[in-house]
C-alpha cells in the first residue's frame, strides 16, 4: 500500500517543480523583450582579404572588393581567418555597438579620419583580459559619440575567430542595452545555475543507487555548462578575466559531451550488442580522436585546424543528438518505459532546436526569448531527463515491491499444494528431487493461471550414458549429485527468480531422468539464471580421481498455453527442442517451426526406410570436360529423391537424415549397384568414360559395404571401374572402423578423388597416405574470382600440380571462370558451363556427340554384365542387411 500512496506524491511534487521551473524561465525571458532599447540602422560592409594588416590599409582598398551584408547576423562559415568590417552609421550620443557574440576570439574596432589618423582603439575579444572593454558587459559594446560625425570619422572593425565567425551587431540606447545585457547575463547565471543542480543532483543519484551510468549524464551536464557559459562570455567574467587563453571551454566539451552521451544512453538502454552499440562506440571513438586532434593544433597554434575541428566537433554532436533521439524511438519496442521517459526531455530539446532554427532563418522575430531559447531548451531538457531518472528509480524499486508483493501471494497459494504433496509421492527415486509428478502439478497449475510467467528450463548430461558405462553407476550418480548440490545452492542465491515449493531439495529442482533435470525461472530473470548455470555446469566435478565433462544441453519452453494444452505437452516440447541443441553448452527455446520441423523430419525418416524399394531414388550425371581435349573426361552422378508427398527432396536434407537413422549404407549400396550398371551400358555403346560416386563419412565406418563395392570391382579392369570421391570431412574422424576402411581403399588401389577441396581444413597428411589421384576444388574457392582473394585458387590448382594430382574444379557457370581456370592451368571442369546433370538416358546421347572423334573403350560382353550385376545384387543386400 505504501507503493500505492507514494506514486502519485512523487509525480506531484516533480510536476510542482518543472511547472515552477518553466514559469520563472519564462518569466525571465519575456521580461527582457518588454523593454528593447532603441536602435538606430546600421550598414555593414564586409572585407576578407589576409594581406590587410591595419585599419588604414583597410581604408584604401576599393569599395568594389567590399560587400554589403543585408543581414548582419549571417553566419558567415568556419575557419575564415581575419575579417574587415566598415561600419556606416549617424553618430549619436549615449548609443552604442553592441557585438551579441562574447564568444569571439578577437574583435578590434578602429576609428579613423580622413587623413588615416586613429582617434580611438579598442582591443577586446573572448581571447584578451575583460579589463580592456570600454563597457562591462558580456556582449561587446563599443560607446558612440556625435563628434565622429564633425571629424568625418570612419569606423572599421577586425575579428578573427576559431570557429564559427559572424558579426550580430547592433546600433542601440547605450543605458538600455546595458540594462538588456545585465537582464541576459542574470537569465544565463540562473540556466548555469539550474544545469550545474542537475549535475549536482545526477552525481548524487549515482552515489546513492550506485547506477555508475549516472556518472557519464552528470559530465554530460557539465560538459553542456561549460560550452553554454562560454558563448555567453560567462566564465571570461567569473572564472578568469585575467586570463583569457583559457577560454578554450568548447573545443573541450563538445568532444566530451559526445562521449558521454553516447555512453550514457548505451549504459542507459542497457546496449550490450546490436548495431545500436557498434553505433554508439563509434562516435565514442570519433569524440576520441576528435579531442586528441584538437589538443595537438592547440600546441601546434594552427588557426585553421583548430577551426575545422571546431567544426567537426558541432556536427559530432549534432549527429550525437539525431542518434539519441533515434535510440529512444527506437527502443519504444522493447523498453518502452525507459524510452517514454527518455524521450520527453529529447523532445523539449529538439523543439528548442527548431525555435532556435526559424530564429537564425528570420521567421521567428528577434526577441530575448529567441536568443535564449536554445539555452531554455537545453536547461528543461536537462531538468526534465534529470527527474526522468529519479522517477524511473522510483518506479523502478516501485516494481520491485509489486513483484515482491505478488511473489508472496502466489507463495501464499503454492502453500495450498505442499499440503496435497504429503499425500503423494512427490520425491523421484534417483538424486532426491522433485519427481516428475510434481513438475506436472506445478505446470498445470500455471497454466490454469493464464499469466505465461514463467519458463520451464530443462538441462541433460549427453555424455552420462558413456560416463556411467566406464565408471558404473555409484560414481556417475556421485558425480551428478556433486553437480546438483551446487545447482540447488545457486537456486537459493538467485532466491525469488528461480520457483521453490519450499526448503528442501525436491520442491526446487525436479529429476525426469538420471541425466534430464528441469527448473521453473521467472520470464523476467531467466537469462541471468541460464547464465549462471552454464558457468557451474562448464565446471569439472572430481570424483574418486575422475574428471568426466557431462556436456550439458539446455532447452526452455514458456509455461503458457500458446505452447502446451498441459504440462506434459511443455514438457515433451522442451525435450523436442533439446534434441536441436548441437554444441556443447548450447540453449535453444522451443518455437512452433520446431514441431513441424520434427513432423516433417519424421516422415521423411519413414520415408527413407523403404524409398529404394519404392523406385523413388534416381541418379542424375553430370559430365566433367577436359581442357587439353575439350572433350569428356569423366561424370559424377548425383542422387536424387522424389517423395510421394513432399515432392523433390534435397540431398543436403535427406543425407543428413539417412546418417543419423543408419540408413546411408542401404542408399550407398543402390547408389553403386545403378552407377555400376550405366558404366556396363556405355562400355557396351564403346564408350569407356569414368563415372564417380560420393562415400560419406558413415559410409567409411562401414568396412564390410566398403569391402563388398571393392571386391565387386575387382572383377573389372580398372579403366572401367568406378571411382570413389571423398570430401574433407569424411576423413576428419580418427575411429578405427574408418581407419580401416581407408586401409582398404588403398590396398585395393581403388581410383579416389578428394571432393570439396578447400571447402575445409585440407588433410595434407591424408592426400600423402591415400591413392588419390585427383582433387576437385569446391565452388567456395571459384567463387573468390574477381577479388583479391583469388590467389587462393590459383594456388589450391598449384598444390594440385606440385602433387602430380589431376585438379579439377566444380561449380563452372561462366565463360569469364573457365578463361581463368584454363589460363592457370586445371585440367578438367565441371558445372552448369559443360552440362547440368542429366539423367542415364540422355547422357548416352550427350557423350556420343560430345565423344563422335574419340577411340572407343572396349566392350564388356552384355551375358558377363548380368552375372556381375546379379552377384552385385546379392551381395550388397547381405551388407545392408547386416549393416
Given at each position: ?110 576609428l579613423l579620419t580622413p587623413d588615416d589618423q586613429l582617434l580611438q582603439q579598442v582591443q577586446t575579444g573572448d581571447q584578451r583580459p575583460i579589463a580592456q572593454r570600454r563597457l562591462p558587459a558580456s556582449s561587446m559594446m563599443f560607446p558612440v559619440q556625435a563628434s565622429w560625425q564633425s571629424a568625418q570619422a570612419e569606423v572599421y ?104 552521451c553516447a555512453g550514457f544512453v548505451s549504459s542507459y538502454f542497457n546496449l550490450s550488442t546490436g548495431w545500436l552499440r557498434r553505433l554508439f562506440r563509434l562516435l565514442m571513438l570519433l569524440s576520441v580522436v576528435l579531442l586528441c586532434a584538437t589538443q595537438i593544433s592547440v ?585
Amino acid at each position: 500500500m505504501k507503493v500505492a500512496f507514494g506514486l502519485p506524491k512523487v509525480l506531484l511534487i516533480c510536476s510542482a517543480v518543472l511547472i515552477a521551473v518553466v514559469s520563472l524561465c519564462l518569466y525571465l525571458a519575456l521580461g527582457g523583450s518588454r523593454d528593447n532599447p532603441a536602435h538606430q540602422p546600421v550598414q555593414v560592409w564586409l572585407l576578407q582579404d589576409e594581406a590587410v594588416q591595419s585599419p588604414q590599409q583597410a581604408r584604401q582598398i576599393p569599395a568594389k572588393h567590399w560587400q554589403l551584408l543585408a543581414d548582419p547576423t549571417r553566419q558567415l562559415g568556419y575557419g575564415l581567418g581575419t575579417l574587415w568590417f566598415r561600419l556606416v552609421f549617424e553618430p549619436r550620443d549615449d548609443y552604442a555597438l553592441t557585438l551579441d557574440a562574447p564568444f569571439l576570439d578577437e574583435v578590434d574596432f578602429y576609428l579613423l579620419t580622413p587623413d588615416d589618423q586613429l582617434l580611438q582603439q579598442v582591443q577586446t575579444g573572448d581571447q584578451r583580459p575583460i579589463a580592456q572593454r570600454r563597457l562591462p558587459a558580456s556582449s561587446m559594446m563599443f560607446p558612440v559619440q556625435a563628434s565622429w560625425q564633425s571629424a568625418q570619422a570612419e569606423v572599421y572593425v577586425r575579428m578573427r575567430n576559431v570557429g564559427l565567425s559572424y558579426l550580430p551587431i547592433r546600433y542601440v540606447e547605450q543605458d538600455a542595452a546595458l540594462k538588456q545585457a545585465t537582464r541576459q547575463q542574470m537569465l544565463h547565471s540562473f540556466f548555469l545555475g539550474i544545469l550545474l543542480f542537475a549535475a549536482l543532483l545526477a552525481v548524487l543519484l549515482a552515489t546513492v543507487t550506485r547506477q555508475h551510468s549516472l556518472h557519464l549524464f552528470s559530465g554530460l551536464l557539465l560538459c553542456i555548462a561549460a560550452v553554454q557559459a562560454e558563448l555567453n562570455g560567462l566564465p571570461f567574467q567569473w572564472l578568469w578575466p585575467e586570463s583569457p587563453g583559457w577560454n578554450r571551454l568548447t573545443e573541450w566539451c563538445l568532444p566530451l559531451a559526445v562521449l558521454s552521451c553516447a555512453g550514457f544512453v548505451s549504459s542507459y538502454f542497457n546496449l550490450s550488442t546490436g548495431w545500436l552499440r557498434r553505433l554508439f562506440r563509434l562516435l565514442m571513438l570519433l569524440s576520441v580522436v576528435l579531442l586528441c586532434a584538437t589538443q595537438i593544433s592547440v600546441l601546434l597554434e594552427s588557426y585553421h585546424w583548430q577551426s575545422q575541428l571546431k567544426q567537426l566537433a558541432v556536427f559530432l554532436m549534432q549527429a550525437c543528438v539525431l542518434a539519441t533521439l533515434g535510440t529512444g524511438l527506437w527502443m519504444l519496442k522493447s523498453q518502452r518505459r525507459k524510452a517514454v521517459l527518455f524521450l520527453l526531455p529529447m523532445s523539449v530539446l529538439m523543439l528548442s532546436v527548431v525555435l532556435a532554427a526559424l530564429r537564425a532563418l528570420g521567421i521567428l522575430p528577434e526577441s530575448a526569448f529567441a536568443r535564449s531559447v536554445l539555452e531554455l531548451g537545453t536547461t528543461l531538457a536537462a531538468v526534465l531527463m534529470t527527474s526522468s531518472l529519479v522517477l524511473g528509480i522510483y518506479l523502478e524499486k516501485a516494481w520491485q515491491a509489486q513483484v515482491q508483493q505478488a511473489l508472496l501471494e502466489r507463495n501464499e497459494q503454492l502453500s495450498k499444494l505442499q499440503q496435497q504433496e504429503l499425500n503423494r509421492s512427490k520425491i523421484a527415486p534417483f538424486y532426491g528431487l522433485g519427481s516428475r509428478l510434481a513438475l506436472v502439478e506445478l505446470l498445470n497449475y500455471e497454466l490454469q493461471q493464464h499469466r505465461s510467467r514463467y519458463r520451464l528450463l530443462l538441462l541433460e548430461f549427453q555424455q552420462y550414458s558413456r560416463i556411467e558405462a566406464v565408471l558404473g553407476r555409484r560414481q556417475s550418480t556421485a558425480i551428478v549429485n556433486a553437480y546438483v548440490d551446487s545447482l540447488l545452492v545457486l537456486c537459493q542465491r538467485h532466491g525469488t527468480a528461480v520457483v521453490s515449493l519450499g526448503a528442501e531439495r525436491h520442491q526446487t529442482l525436479f529429476s525426469l531422468a538420471t541425466d534430464r533435470f528441469a527448473l521453473l525461472v521467472q520470464q523476467s530473470d531467466f537469462m541471468p539464471v541460464l547464465t549462471g548455470i552454464r558457468k557451474l555446469l562448464h565446471q569439472k566435478f572430481t570424483v574418486d580421481g575422475f574428471t568426466p565433462d557431462l556436456k550439458p544441453h539446455y532447452a526452455s519452453v514458456t509455461v503458457s498455453s500458446e505452447y502446451g494444452q498441459d504440462a506434459e505437452e511443455l514438457i515433451a516440447h522442451a525435450a523436442l527442442a533439446i534434441t536441436y541443441v548441437q554444441k556443447t553448452a548450447g540453449h535453444l527455446s522451443y518455437q512452433h517451426q520446431l514441431g513441424a520441423d520434427s513432423r516433417q523430419r519424421l516422415a521423411m525418416v519413414a520415408g527413407l526406410a523403404h524409398a529404394v524399394n519404392a523406385g523413388q531414388f534416381s541418379l542424375l550425371f553430370q559430365p566433367l570436360l577436359q581442357i587439353s581435349t575439350q572433350q569428356p573426361c569423366g561424370a559424377e552422378a548425383f542422387i536424387r529423391w522424389q517423395h510421394p508427398q513432399l515432392g523433390p527432396v534435397s540431398p543436403a536434407v535427406f543425407i543428413p537424415l539417412a546418417e543419423e537413422a543408419g540408413l546411408m549404407s542401404t542408399i550407398t549400396a543402390w547408389v553403386y549397384k545403378e552407377v555400376r550398371k550405366v558404366q556396363n551400358q556405355l562400355l557396351e555403346q564403346q564408350i569407356q568414360l569414368p563415372i564417380s560416386m560420393n562415400l560419406s563419412a558413415q559410409d567409411l565406418q562401414n568396412p564390410g559395404l566398403i569391402n563388398g563395392i571393392l571386391q565387386h570391382e575387382h572383377k573389372f579392369a580398372p579403366a572401367q571401374r568406378i571411382k570413389f570421391e571423398l570430401a574433407e570431412s569424411a576423413l576428419a574422424p580418427d575411429e578405427p572402423a574408418v581407419q580401416k576402411s581407408l586401409q582398404l581403399l588403398k590396398q585395393a588401389g581403388a581410383a579416389l578423388v578428394m571432393d570439396d577441396f578447400g571447402a575445409g581444413q585440407s588433410m595434407l597428411t591424408k592426400l600423402g597416405n591415400l591413392p588419390v589421384a585427383e582433387i576437385k576444388i569446391d565452388m567456395a574457392l571459384l567463387s573468390m574470382l574477381d577479388t583479391h582473394r583469388e590467389q587462393l585458387l590459383v594456388g589450391a590448382i598449384k598444390l594440385g600440380k606440385a602433387l602430380e594430382m589431376t585438379v579439377i574444379c566444380e561449380g563452372v557457370e561462366h565463360q569469364r571462370q573457365l578463361d581463368f581456370l584454363t589460363l592457370n592451368g586445371i585440367d578438367a571442369v565441371q558445372g552448369y558451363l559443360i552440362a547440368r546433370p542429366m539423367p542415364a538416358t540422355e547422357i548416352g546421347r550427350w557423350l556420343q556427340q560430345r565423344q563422335a572423334s574419340l577411340p572407343g573403350g572396349s566392350r564388356a560382353p552384355a551375358g558377363r554384365d548380368q552375372v556381375l550385376d546379379a552377384e552385385l545384387a546379392a551381395t550388397l543386400q547381405t551388407i545392408a542387411q547386416n549393416a
